[in-house]
Nanobody, 124 residues
Framework: QVQLVESGGGLVQAGGSLRLSCAAS????????MAWFRQAPGKERECVGGISRSGSITYYAECVKGRFTISRDNAKHTVYLQMNSLKAEDTAVYYC?????????????????WGQGTQVNVSS
């Protein structure tokens, strides 16, 4: 069992930065591929990007590539999402997710565990 708690959301102006954190409980953190998803009002939940168990491999959605960076600290059982050059269209609830499967996992149904989400609002 894995429990995930996100933090770091808030209101930021376009062009600004935010760093989200996701703290995981449970012994299996290092066995999980981790990812960040987001869901804007009226839209489907979409994968922002993910990171492998060791942290050596990351992948991103095209719309955030070059602006967002995912990292993890396995000693602290925490995964991060650094968001730079934020745009109004980045406004959404951001979710942390974990899966036992390796590889580039981008679909909601591939993830077993979810956090409660943290709101990010970007004003234009």
């Amino acid at each position: 069992q894995v429990q995930l708690v996100e933090s770091g959301g808030g209101l930021v102006q376009a062009g600004g930065s935010l760093r989200l954190s996701c703290a995981a409980s449970g012994r299996t953190f290092t066995s999980n591929t981790m990812a960040w998803f987001r869901q804007a009002p009226g839209k489907e939940r979409e994968c922002v990007g993910g990171i492998s168990r060791s942290g050596s491999i990351t992948y991103y959605a095209e719309c955030v590539k070059g602006r967002f960076t995912i990292s993890r600290d396995n000693a602290k059982h925490t995964v991060y999402l650094q968001m730079n050059s934020l745009k109004a269209e980045d406004t959404a609830v951001y979710y942390c997710a974990a899966t036992q499967y390796s590889g580039s996992r981008r679909r909601v149904f591939e993830y077993d565990y979810w956090g409660q989400g943290t709101q990010v609002n970007v004003s234009s």
